[in-house]
């Protein structure tokens, strides 16, 4: 009971008032008083009724009213003044004295009225006995009056006239409640409620009448007159408590002590207040309940129900609330219960760790305390009762009040002793919002606690940086030191972010301090190399601009230096960091670090730059002439992934796969059977159905099975570059080739130079791998159908004197390749294709390139180089099926294989080029799908082309009589013929006539099937006519 709602300053002394002339008459003692502005109004015992001007105490002054009695008026002498009312609306005093209610002027206490107020006949005395009045003398009276209450919400009707009040009175002799409206001159009756019991008291709100009978309360309407009985009366009180709450709320004394809100419904919203069975008298000022008693006075909240206040004061029998004020009277004296200010109630209550009720009285204070004040006041205590939630361990209750009240997130940080920076200006807020000094403390040693003290603080930063707003971060204003606020707090909550963090080993660690910051690098320093986040601190000197230490720190974890395992892929990241890097210098200085730990990760240092961005190709390729492997990744990235067209770049990947195949190879070792061991090797390795590189070798386990995989790995990167690419150096990769027994290797490097039965020869000869003959004819071949067949007299007409391939000795001319059946065909060069654009059409001199193919000179000194026409894939198919029947050196032909290969492929052959090829002995039976499926190819072909020429026939002759029927169609244009389209004279020689008769000019027609005029389409066939003028 702490909190000091009220304060008690006295008014009227015992020596203000009149005491009666005669000694031996018993003293006056005060019966009622009122207050209406400065003016408090005070009625005896003995009938005087006195007006005192009041005069507020000063700020400095004693806790004292001054008052000055003005004026007195003696109103009779048989009895006392029993109630008084003020009225400033009509500027009339209510004195209900010996049963009569009577007007006084509220200045001079004279009867007011004017000689010609109206009769009272229409209230006319309300019949047995009671009446009113209005005597020029007067003024409005009622008359047989016992208790009478003022309407402070008067019905519509009287509620519209500004100079009118209602008053209900309780007529004695009738024991009804009478309405009236009462106005400065004359008084109306507007009800007459009627009630089940003689009514003691009562008091009115808007259209209900609250009546306190000798047994029960009740409610009645005064415009239906309906009565809702409420709750019985104590049988032990004398004295009936009526008082007005609110809006159609009231206050009652209920059986059992209890202090009861009841709404005009006959319902309640708020719990009864306890108070003491002997209280005589209440009032309600929001939010407490006042209730007198022999012993004092008793203040209870009503938002707890709790006694908030006790005031001793002995005597009192009168407690009024008048204008927002309670004036309380013993007999001869007379105090004003003034409130005190509900912001310093709350200071108190705040002050006195009494959070809670603090927070409860806010509640209420929506319609009392201005905006701003209320604001703080709540934000104030929000932030208190969240600190006492978090010492209980209740988190979520805790962060929900910090939140609602803007707390500084670094108030919960100083709990943290060296979180915040050295150098931060923090202080705590002061009055202090809570008294415990740090979480160690109030651990009292128990590490949970302190894990959940610390595991909360992080959630709090963390969301403080997600929403400053709603933790307390400061305006831009400069404080009194001319710092910024604001950006001092950011700094102190990163700080203590990245401190944290990096003691829980939180995943916001590395979200904050790879972007952008403003923690103080050596306060977070120490703390990061503690607790081993070498990765993050180097996250944390990047985003700082120490982009080299960062670097060197990254390094150390990579060599195994530090201790750091939270990214196993940190190499990779590394690298990717070098190519975002703004300091191109850090590029080469890491590099060869990142190459030599890991080539194929390292190398990405370069293949990831966008290809305008990073250093020139031929500076990173001389870079790299040091690592194989990253060379050889970089140029993959050139030819494959950026499609660089640079013969050097070509050549040089193609030199590289080939060295790797030749390093592979190089360890074997010669077998028993002379041969060596590359050769023996190598000849195990044949094409599979699908046409992949396997191993025929049997019997290597371990490290020569690993190497195995690796050969053939590299083999076929070999060929998949010299079957693709179309810019390497043939003749300078079968140098290198040397002896080496890679024939398909070598196949595809003889195709690439045109000598194609060369190529053909080792495919079926050397490497013995016939499936992928087949797919070379069909890779280098041209699918479409040639003009004219070839005669097989070609092979025959050519001497073998040419060093051209004849069949009958088996041999070829290695250089000229396939010219026995005019494929003697010059490749696509492998020379230097710099840009794109030379591949425009210039005159020069043609000379022989570096590799065999063609170059022409342009006059301005530029090259183009001309990718001649492929042979057809007949022309390869009966080469190589050739080459299958007459292999060189005596050996046995490959019949099998051919027969297979003709009725396999028979589509790809001209007939009878290969019948011609066959050996005379051959047996027709073993081409017999090659024979049947070339007759009815050669059927399809030629009635084909006969249905062909028939359409094409007929086509001819309808457009020779649709031209004849044109030509008899005569139209005669004139000098006044205009175009019906853009409305011109048709003066120029040519015209477009349409087959409906439209005549327009050429450029009004925007197609020759559709009519400008009608938009009639026509058929394209024939065509429309375009004459000309004779």
């Given at each position: ?5 009220f ?7 015992r020596?203000?008032?009149?005491s009666?002339?005669?000694t031996?008459?018993p003293?006056?003692t005060?019966?009622c008083?009122d ?6 109004y ?8 006195s007006r005192f001007?009041?005069t507020?105490?000063g700020?400095?002054?004693?806790a004292q009213l001054r ?9 009779s002498s048989k009895?006392?003044?029993r ?7 009509i500027s009339r005093?209510?004195v209900?004295c010996?049963?009569?209610l009577?007007?006084?002027?509220i ?12 009769s ?6 309300g019949g047995g006995?009671s ?6 003398s007067s003024g409005?009276r009622?008359?047989?009056v ?7 919400r008067?019905?519509a009707a ?6 009118c009040?209602e008053?209900c ?9 009478q ?7 004359r008084?109306q ?10 009514p003691v008291?009562l008091?009115a709100d ?5 009546v ?18 409420l ?5 032990n009180?004398s004295?009936a408590i009526?008082r007005?709450a609110?809006v159609?709320?009231f206050l ?7 202090g009861?809100?009841v709404t005009?419904?006959?319902?309640s919203?708020r ?10 008298a209440?009032?309600f ?9 022999r012993?004092?006075?008793?203040v209870?909240s009503v938002?707890d ?8 004061f002995?005597?009192?029998?009168l ?8 004036w309380l009277a ?5 105090y004003?219960?003034?409130p005190?200010?509900?912001d310093?109630q709350?200071w108190?209550?705040l002050?006195a760790w009494?959070?809670?009720?603090a927070m409860q009285?806010?509640?209420?204070a929506?319609?009392i ?5 209320l604001?703080?006041?709540?934000r104030r205590?929000q932030?208190?009762r969240?600190f006492?939630?978090?010492l209980?361990?209740q988190?979520d209750?805790a962060?929900q009040?910090f ?6 997130v670094?108030?919960?940080a100083s709990?943290y ?8 200006h923090?202080?705590r807020m002061h009055p ?7 979480f160690?403390?109030?651990?009292a040693?128990q ?6 003290y610390?595991r ?7 969301d403080?940086r997600r929403?400053?707003s709603?933790w307390g971060?400061?305006?831009t204003e400069?404080?009194?030191n ?5 950006d ?8 203590a972010l990245?401190?944290l963090a990096?003691?829980f080993g939180?995943?916001c ?5 790879a ?7 050596e306060?977070?320093t ?12 180097g996250?944390l000197?990047?985003c700082?601009?120490?982009e080299?230490?960062?670097f060197?720190l990254?390094r150390r ?7 750091d395992?939270?990214r196993?892929?940190?190499l990779?990241?590394l ?7 703004t300091?191109r210098h850090l590029l080469w200085?890491?590099?060869a ?11 990405r ?9 990073g250093?020139p190709a031929?500076?990173v390729?001389?870079?790299l ?5 990253a060379?050889r990744?970089y ?9 660089l ?7 040089h990947?193609?030199l590289?796969y080939l060295d790797e195949v030749?390093?592979l190879?190089?360890?074997r ?7 060596n061991?590359?050769a023996?090797?190598?000849?195990g ?8 590189v396997h191993s025929?070798l ?9 190497n195995?995989?690796?050969l053939?790995?590299?083999r076929?990167r070999?060929?998949w ?13 079968l140098g290198?080739?040397g ?5 398909i290797?070598r ?6 130079l045109g000598q ?6 080792l495919?079926?000869h050397a490497?013995?791998?016939m499936h992928?003959?087949r797919?070379?004819c ?8 040639p003009v004219?067949n070839?005669?097989?007299?070609h092979?025959?007409?050519?001497s073998?004197?040419?060093?051209c ?5 088996g041999h070829g001319n290695q250089?000229n390749?396939f010219?026995c059946?005019k494929l ?11 840009d794109?654009?030379?591949t425009?059409s210039?005159?020069g ?12 000179a342009g006059?301005?000194?530029g090259?183009?180089i001309?990718?001649p026409q492929?042979p057809?894939r007949r022309e390869l198919?009966t080469?190589?099926?050739?080459i299958?029947?007459h292999?060189?050196d005596?050996r ?10 003709l009725n396999?492929?028979?589509s790809?052959?001209e007939?009878i080029?290969?019948l011609?090829?066959l ?5 027709l039976g073993l ?6 499926g070339s007759?009815r190819r050669a ?13 094409l026939?007929?086509r001819k002759n309808?457009?020779r009589?649709?031209?004849?029927e044109l030509s008899?169609i005569?139209?005669?244009?004139s000098e006044d013929s205009?175009?019906?389209?853009c409305?011109?004279p048709l003066?120029e ?8 008769g439209?005549?327009?000019?050429p450029a009004?027609?925007r ?13 394209p066939?024939?065509?429309?006519q375009?004459?000309h003028?004779s």
């Open positions: 009971m702490a909190v000091r709602a304060e008690l300053i006295s008014a009227v002394e020596g203000q008032l009149i009666p002339a005669n031996s008459s003293p006056a005060i019966s008083l207050a209406c502005g400065p003016n408090l005070v009625g005896t015992t003995t009938g005087w009724l001007s009041l507020e105490p700020a400095h002054s004693e008052t000055l009695r003005n004026c007195e008026r003696r109103l009895d006392g003044v109630c008084i009312r003020a009225t400033s609306a005093l209510l209900l010996e049963g009569c009577t007007t006084l002027d200045e001079t206490l004279e009867p007011g009225g004017s000689s010609s107020s109206s009272s006949s229409s209230g006319g005395g006995g009446g009113t009045s209005a005597s020029g409005p009622v008359r047989g016992a208790a009478f209450c003022v309407n402070e008067p019905i009287v509620g519209e006239d500004p100079f009040v008053i009175t309780v007529n004695i002799k009738r024991r009804t409640i309405v009236y409206a009462l106005w400065s001159d008084v009756l507007l009800h007459d409620l009627s009630s089940p019991e003689t008291a008091v808007g259209p209900y009448v609250c306190a009978t000798s047994s029960r309360y009740l409610v009645i309407h005064a415009g239906t007159g309906h009565c809702q009985p709750f019985p009366c104590d049988p009180r004295d009526v007005r609110g159609e709320e009652l004394a209920g059986p059992g002590g209890l009861m809100l005009a419904a006959g319902t919203h719990a009864p207040v306890p108070w003491s069975e002997t209280v005589f209440a009032a000022l929001d939010p407490y309940v006042i209730a007198l008693d012993s004092g006075v008793n209870h938002l129900q709790a006694l908030k206040q006790t005031l001793r002995t005597g009192g029998n407690l009024e609330a008048c204008e927002g004020r309670l013993s007999s001869r004296e007379v004003a219960l003034v005190r200010p509900l310093k709350v108190d209550l002050l009494r959070t809670e009720e009285l806010l509640d209420g929506g319609t305390l201005p905006r701003e004040k604001q703080s006041l709540s205590a932030q208190q969240g006492e939630y978090l209980k361990l988190f209750e962060k009040m939140c609602s009240g803007c707390t500084d670094r108030e919960v709990l002793p060296h979180l915040l920076p050295a150098a931060s923090f202080v202090p919002l809570h008294d415990t000094a740090d160690v403390s109030i651990s040693g590490l949970q606690n302190l894990f959940s610390k909360f603080l992080l959630d709090c930063l963390r403080a929403e400053p709603t971060r400061p305006s400069a404080d009194s001319g710092r910024d606020q604001c001092g707090w950011q700094v102190d909550v990163d700080t990245v401190k990096a003691e939180d995943d660690l590395f979200d904050l301090v972007e952008d910051n403003v923690c103080i690098l306060d977070c120490p703390w990061l190399e503690k607790h081993g986040r070498f990765y993050a601190l996250l000197y990047k700082h601009g120490q080299e230490v960062a060197q990254w974890i990579v060599d195994g230096e530090l201790k395992t939270t196993t892929d940190l990779e990241y690298v990717d960091m070098l190519g975002s890097c300091q200085d890491h590099a670090w990142a190459i030599h730990t890991k080539p194929e990760v390292g190398v240092v370069f293949t990831q730059l966008p290809p305008g961005d250093p031929e500076e390729v001389s870079f002439q040091d690592y194989p492997s060379l990744y140029l993959e990235h050139l030819v494959w992934s950026r499609g067209q640079l013969e050097k770049f070509h050549t990947l193609a590289l030749l390093a190879l190089h360890p070792v010669p077998g028993k059977n002379g041969h061991g590359t023996a090797s190598v000849d390795l044949k094409e599979d159905a699908d046409g992949g025929s049997d019997g290597y386990t371990g490290r020569e099975s690993e195995e995989e690796a053939l790995a590299a076929s070999l060929q570059l010299l079957q693709e690419s179309k810019l390497y150096r043939a003749h300078l990769l290198r080739l002896n080496a027994q890679l024939h290797e196949a595809a490097l003889h195709g690439r194609h039965v060369e190529a053909l020869s495919l079926v490497a013995g791998c992928e003959a797919k070379y069909l890779r280098y071949g041209d699918a479409s159908e004219e070839v005669e097989d007299e092979l025959s007409q050519r073998s004197s040419d060093g391939y004849c069949p009958e000795n250089e390749g010219t059946i003697d065909r010059e490749t696509w060069s492998e020379g230097e294709v710099e794109k654009e030379a425009r210039k005159r001199t043609w000379d022989e390139g570096a590799c065999g193919s063609a170059k022409q006059s301005d000194g090259v183009l001309v990718e492929r057809t198919f080469a190589l099926l050739r299958m029947l292999p060189p005596g046995p032909p490959l019949e099998l294989e051919a027969s297979k290969l396999t492929d028979g790809e052959f007939a080029s290969a011609k090829a050996p005379e002995g051959w047996s081409v017999v799908p090659f024979v049947t007759l059927l399809h072909t030629r009635r084909s082309a006969e249905v062909a020429r028939g359409l026939l007929t309808a457009a009589a649709a031209k004849t008899h005569s139209i005669r244009l205009t175009c019906p389209v409305q011109m003066s020689p040519a015209f477009m006539w349409f087959p409906n439209t005549v327009v000019h009004c027609a197609s020759h099937f559709a009519c400008p005029v009608t938009g009639r389409i026509f058929s066939e024939p065509p429309v375009q004459h003028k």
